[in-house]
């Protein structure tokens, strides 16, 4: 059977188990949309308004469901749209493939229309790029784009598709699977060695991270971690990995990081960090754990061996997917009780916040939400000093999972609320957006409404670029300058992308309108009235202005 290049290349997505694709349209791929009009059902088109917002919700669906995320965006224009998702998947560790138009392959370097060199452009962004010239290798470096992008490390791969390629007929068969790469598995000797270095340590810690965890995988690490009984400390924006309600969870080692958190990682005498890729978020830039050689003896695992030595010199460096390393765990009994049970003891005492200077009391609404929310809820947010609130005052449990963008892209969360929503219509999905973060890919409200997706987004409106807003008062105090924000009416723009939507004045409102929020069969957003003073949880702005002034005058 002869297919052109856009049909091939769609028959061995579908061989591949690729289900959906989120894309903005581009003349540059016409063969490809025109062989995805024959798979509705199969392969879907998200139609999204802006690359960007396709690109995260691929970004997203790759971090949610461990396969890769599927993005479709035109050339040039398209192209430079989407790089935000591309670099989030990169941090985020979350497979993601991503197809760009190009120009046909006889008008290459000429600075054609809409020209990009991908590979110069993606290079130090993307895990892999590649730009297929001949139709028929198009099963070969699709097999190889879907290979990289979830094995070793996850990350986002660039599939450049100059268009006579596309044109181009082949009677070069599709792919009809996926690559099957196992796990590696860490050796019986490495085992012994990790197990005899925690045995003797006294105070250890367990720090996970990373996205490519399977159910059966954080079973066996939590099974481990109870049985040992030592604390656990989830990497940055991973606090879904480990069973939060778990007498061993201790918190999350990221932005914000509580004084516990510094205090259990600066303390360790071994850390055992599985699938950790040492972000400078885990360890407060690199303070609490010194670059090269950390006090704390280190345990690292990783899925890529690249990730081994590359910013700690480890005291033993273990080359282990992290399921197959979980399980293959024994339990070691040091007698790390007290330790543990501090540890447990100040992450639940974290989770009480001060009562906040503002109509709506977030320390109040994500109490509620820790009662209500269901065990299987997906939680999702961008960036700003909000996306404190569902990372460190909502709990996650076994069922639960948390899309956060390790890269603090602002605009993630509405994109990958709206991905999650359809790759699990049947589960609540709730966006945590700042008001800021939410006008990033707001117009994203339009693709969910298309595509059924029934989201819950939170706007916490604070009238300021909260984050920066910070930085600025430490730094240049009473000095405000572009932080200040004028914004639309939410509730209108949200109503007329057919959503429901309220505002919500008080905290005592916030339970009921989150009620009628879950139960909108269209979706809804909820714009919550926050003060620009309850600038962070634990200090207002006029606080950190003070303590800027005061820094200052010395
Ligand atoms: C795409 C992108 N642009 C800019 C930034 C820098 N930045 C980080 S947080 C922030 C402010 C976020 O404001 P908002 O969403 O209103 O949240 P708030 O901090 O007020 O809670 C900015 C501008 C970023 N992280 N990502
Ligand atoms: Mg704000």
């Known amino acids: 059977m002869m297919r052109n290049g856009g049909q091939l290349l769609v028959d061995c997505l579908l061989g591949l188990g690729a289900t959906k694709a989120f894309g903005v349209p581009g003349e540059s791929y016409l063969a490809v949309l025109d062989a995805l009009h024959d798979t509705r059902g199969r392969l879907d088109y998200v139609v999204c308004r802006h690359e960007g917002g396709a690109a995260f919700m691929a970004a997203a669906w790759g971090k949610l469901t461990g396969s890769p995320g599927i993005a479709m965006v035109t050339r040039g224009p398209g192209a430079t749209n989407a790089a935000i998702g591309v670099h989030t998947a990169m941090q985020d560790s979350a497979p993601m493939i991503m197809f760009v138009g190009q120009v ?23 895990k892999w790029v590649v730009e297929v010239d001949r139709v ?123 004084t516990h958190v510094s205090r259990l990682l600066r303390e360790a005498d071994v850390i055992l960090a599985v699938n950790t890729s040492f972000g400078e978020m885990t360890a407060a830039a ?3 754990m010194a670059v090269p050689d950390p006090v704390q003896r280190l345990i690292h695992v990783h899925g890529a061996d690249s990730e081994l030595g590359k910013i700690y010199r480890p005291a033993l460096a273990i080359h282990a997917g992290p399921n197959r390393f979980a399980a293959a765990l024994r339990p070691v009994r040091g007698g790390w009780a007290t330790w543990r049970t501090r540890a447990r003891a100040e992450y639940l005492a974290s989770l009480d916040a001060l009562s906040q200077p503002s109509p709506v009391d977030m320390g109040i609404c994500t109490a509620h939400l820790r009662q209500i929310l269901p065990p299987d809820v997906i939680v999702t947010n961008g960036a700003g000093n909000f996306a404190v609130w569902p990372n460190k005052f909502l709990t996650y449990g076994t069922k639960a999972r948390l899309l956060a963008p390790q890269s603090g892209a602002m605009g993630y969360g509405v994109a990958a609320a709206v991905a999650a929503k359809i790759a699990h219509p049947e589960r609540l999905v709730v966006c945590f957006a700042g008001d800021g973060d939410f006008q990033m890919t707001g117009q994203e409200l339009a693709t969910a409404r298309q595509a059924g997706a029934a989201v819950v987004i939170l706007i916490l409106n604070n009238g300021i670029y909260g984050t920066i807003r910070t930085h600025q008062e430490r730094e240049f105090p009473a000095r405000v300058s572009g932080t200040d924000m004028v914004n639309p009416d939410f509730v209108l723009l949200a109503q ?40 962070t949880p634990r200090a207002s702005l006029t606080q950190i202005r003070a303590a800027g002034l005061a820094r200052q005058g010395e």
């Open 104 to 126: 046909g392959t006889d008008l290459r370097g000429r600075e054609a229309f809409q020209e990009l060199d991908y590979r110069a452009v993606f290079g130090t962004m993307a």
């Open 286 to 288: 690199y303070t609490l």
């Open 496 to 535: 007329a992308h057919g959503f429901h939507a309220e505002r919500v004045e008080t905290s005592a409102d916030f339970p009921q309108a989150f009620a009628r929020a879950c139960a909108a069969p269209v979706g809804a957003v909820l714009d919550l009235v926050i003060s620009a003073e309850a600038l």
């Open 136 to 258: 028929e290798r198009l099963p070969e470096l699709l097999s190889r784009a879907w290979t990289v992008a979830v094995s070793g490390r996850p990350g986002p791969v660039v599939v450049a598709l100059p268009e006579d390629m596309l044109a181009a007929r082949t009677d070069a068969l599709p792919l009809a699977s996926p690559v099957a790469i196992r796990e590696a598995a860490p050796d019986s000797d490495a085992l012994i060695a990790a197990q005899d270095l925690l045995a003797g340590a006294q105070r250890p810690l367990l720090l996970v991270g990373g996205c490519n965890w399977q159910p059966a995988g954080r079973a066996a690490l939590l099974a481990f971690a109870e049985a040992s009984d030592l604390p656990v400390l989830a990497d940055f924006r991973c606090n879904d990995v480990i069973d939060n309600h778990s007498s061993v969870y201790a918190g999350e080692a990221g932005v914000g990081m509580p």
